[in-house]
């Protein structure tokens, strides 16, 4: 029977293991952007902790074996538990020492874990289990705990719970493993009661972070954004957040601002109107990202579209925006309307897998900030929006900042040309964003900036168009390679560019 336990003690350790480095991977990857070097690094520093720790195992003498597995459980159960917690409440209360703390979590949990098995072993062999059948079973459950939390990961626990609650969850998981041993045990262990009043602690903890953990993570958000969270959740693809201060609201995408209700106007207002007044023809259209409705808002104004298809990858961001009173007013209603087609699915494998041609794109994804992002500024993404634009149609693209990320903006351009399209490059100031770019593309051979709209606008009219088609001395061409797939140099200029300002 003790050796059953203490196989199945595998299982859940071999879980809760991967968890925290899972855990640690999503969540940096949400604050800091760059996933393939975020996962890189921290799977590498937590390899490295795992092998520290079963170097570390053979100093435990033989006779205590068991109880420096439990303590190991509590510890691990104690920091993971907690390391998602104190790594947002960090970052969020004093930003610069984020990724100090990350890595000391990461190496930490790492050796803890690296501990675990050698020390399961030890206490099976103590028990006369035959070599072959203790590496296989150890093995075994240990690959199958992996794969368990591997899948349930992204379909359930980072949706469902969040990263925070998912963190103290599996440290309650850890401290059962202590708590399990000790029971099995307990004739085999010395000072049984202060290690199950510690045990008991350490599992008050974690509860108390279990269910506070919406609390904590308000508190955070609130430090981080700086205004009364009205709506947050964490979906598989991202973290969205809703801000209010007095009649402003604010969406943020994993930390980052996407729009200010003060001033959206002008952003929609130049990434929408001079394709469509340029189109009085244009009867489709087709919008990729824009979830939140408002460049759809700006797009059904014109009576000549017949028909718009909106593609987001996230549903609760279109849900968002569709059944909440104050968002649905601001797009107003735009998602419901009868002309437009919602889609939630990836903007690339749906250009692929679909063949309608539209009359004008308009393409509102978030910042190339990570290479999931990066592959939308692509040339072979480019490429298939070209085949589903017609002849004589007009995409326009948000293109991040000419002024503070012009190595970013310019090489989006050049992506955009090696696709085999026209480019029109332009910008325009925005105050919650500062100077903001666009790029807008075409086969055709020739366009010229409207001198007058149809429509009545907040902001654009012809002496504010000409100036975004005009570029001053600081924000001239710079000559960059297209971001192709399998380099994506894109995100690394973004991500060079933005750093000297985020100092």
Known sequence: ??????????????????????????????????????????????LFAMGVGAHLSKYVKDGDVLARFVDIELAVGFVGGLSAA??????????????????????????????????VMRALNARQTAFSELVSKVLTFDYLGA????????????????????????GMLNVGVAFWTMHAFRSELANIGGRVLRASAVMFVLLCGFAASDRLVQWGEHALVGDNVVYSTTTPYQRLVITKWKDDLRLYINGNLQFSSRDEYRYHEALVHPVMESLPWART??????????????????PNVAQVTLVDLDPAMTQAFSRREELVTLNKGALGDPRVKVVNADAAMWLQENEEVFDAILIDFPDPSSFALGKLYSVPFYGMVK????????????????????????????????AGLQTWPYHLYVPSFGEWGFVLA?????????AQYRLQMRYLNAETTREMFAFPPDMQRLDMPPNRLNTQSLVHEFEQDWRKYLR
């Open 1 to 46: 029977m003790t050796k059953h336990i203490l196989i199945l003690s595998v299982f859940v350790v071999a879980s809760c293991g991967l968890a925290y480095e899972l855990i640690a991977g999503a969540l940096s990857s949400y604050l800091l952007g760059d996933s393939v070097f975020q996962f890189s690094t921290i799977i590498g520093c937590y």
């Open 86 to 119: 104190v790594l947002f409440l960090t970052f969020s209360w004093m930003g610069a020492p984020f990724r100090s703390m990350l890595y000391v979590l990461v190496f930490f949990v790492g050796a803890m874990v690296g501990m675990e098995i050698p020390l």
């Open 147 to 170: 794969l368990a939390v591997s899948v349930l990961f992204p379909l359930v626990l980072a949706p469902q719970l969040g990263l925070v609650r998912t963190g103290f969850l599996f």
């Open 285 to 302: 259209v087709l919008v990729l990202g824009g979830g939140d409705g408002l460049a759809l808002r700006e797009v059904l104004r014109y």
């Open 387 to 418: 085949r589903h634009l017609s002849a004589n149609g007009m995409v326009a693209v948000q293109s991040t900042s000419p002024f503070f990320a012009p190595h970013a903006y310019w090489t989006i351009d050049a992506t955009l040309r090696e």
């Open 442 to 450: 075409s086969p055709q051979q020739k366009f010229t900036p409207p």
